[in-house]
Each structure stands twice: as C-alpha cells, then as structure tokens.
C-alpha cells in the first residue's frame, strides 16, 4: 500500500496534514469527508458526479493535475467562489503523483 501526504486547509483555515491511501480508488473529496474535516452533509451533496460543486477547492500547490472533463467545468461556470486553481476535489483521483498536494477548500455556497 502507498501512502501519500496532502494538506488540506479547511474553511476555518485550518491546516491539515493527512496520508490517503493511492489503492483504494478514492478522490480528494472522500478523503476530505473521510477525515470529518468538514461537517457532515457539507461537502459531497451530489455523491461525487460533479453536479454540486460542494467539494470545490483551490489547488495552492504547483501539482499538474488531468485536464477538467466537460462536467467538471460546466459545473465550475456555475459555482460560486470560483477561482483560476478551483477544481472539484470529487474529480481529483489520489494517486502517487499528489504526493505533497496543497488545496484549500472553497467557502461553502450561499
């Protein structure tokens, strides 16, 4: 099993340091949930389809990450607190190559 190490900074602002495991097919937003650094029912609303924008997040870090798909993006033209790095963490797979990954959840929309 690899591990890799992401830091998480809440919507309190709050850095967290945590290791999610590469083989068990999970995304940023499992992780995120997995780990309670949210409040239940605050994050993930959609189950991970890309139709909620809940899990939307700012990449701080410099990872390349794939290309949005098509429903990622539509999603993101109609979110609020959108920024150039927001991404949906539901569509961010964890693999090795996040290793080291910063983000910083978006404020929860109004």
Do not use: W
Not at 3 to 24: F, K, S, Y
Not at 64 to 72: A, F, Q, S, V
Not at 81 to 97: A, D, Y
Request: net charge negative; aromatic share 4%; glycine share 8%.
């Amino acid at each position: 099993m690899t591990d890799v190490t992401l830091n998480i900074t809440d919507r309190e602002g709050v850095i967290h340091q945590v290791e999610a495991p590469t083989d068990m097919a999970m995304n940023l937003m499992e992780v995120i949930k997995g780990f309670e650094l949210v409040p239940e029912g605050t994050i993930g609303t959609c189950g991970g389809m890309a139709m909620c924008a809940s899990c939307q997040c700012y990449v701080t870090s410099n990872h390349e990450l794939p290309e949005m798909e098509y429903d990622e993006e539509a999603m993101l033209a109609e979110a609020f607190h959108v920024e150039e790095n927001s991404r949906l963490g539901c569509q961010i797979n964890i693999t090795p190559e996040l290793d080291g990954l910063a983000v910083t959840l978006a404020p929860e929309e109004l």
